[in-house]
């Protein structure tokens, strides 16, 4: 992604990171907080069954810093691996699920409009690759 889209991916990742959901006071954790880190099997010991390929926002994070994607659809394919996972593990109508169905809504929205504007103007990839900015989930 170093290559694509460093800065634009780290600015989606921080927003994504920070998604409340609606209606949610300021005292609970945001939708969002689920997916912040890697499943603690020691308190969830059946994740492993169900989820073959576990994947957080911070594993994501840290890939798209160090340069790992090489083409923005490897990182929507990690970001989709997180929704599916969530989808795997938690039944419909469980909290996890609905938060999860929050953030996705604005990462879908907020990644379509990323990749238009990517393909529109070619020399945003070049400029994007020169530069990199840390974000912190």
């Not at 959901?21 to 945001?30: A, V």
């Not at 938060?99 to 379509?112: G, H, I, K, P, Q």
């Amino acid at each position: 992604m170093a290559s694509h889209c460093s800065v634009s991916g780290l600015s989606l990742m921080y927003r994504v990171c920070r998604v409340r959901g609606s209606n949610r006071p300021k005292s609970e954790p945001s939708a969002a907080s689920w997916f912040l880190d890697p499943v603690d099997v020691n308190e969830i010991p059946d994740y492993c069954e169900k989820v073959k390929q576990p994947m957080d926002f911070t594993t994501i994070k840290k890939k798209l810093e160090a340069g790992r994607y090489h083409h923005y659809s490897e990182w929507n394919a990690d970001m989709l691996l997180v929704q599916e996972n969530c989808y795997r593990y938690n039944p419909p109508g469980h909290i996890v699920r609905i938060d999860c169905n929050e953030v996705f809504r604005f990462y879908n929205a907020a990644y379509a409009k990323l990749v238009e504007r990517w393909q529109k103007t070619p020399e945003l990839i070049e400029k994007s690759a020169t530069l990199q900015r840390p974000v912190d989930c």
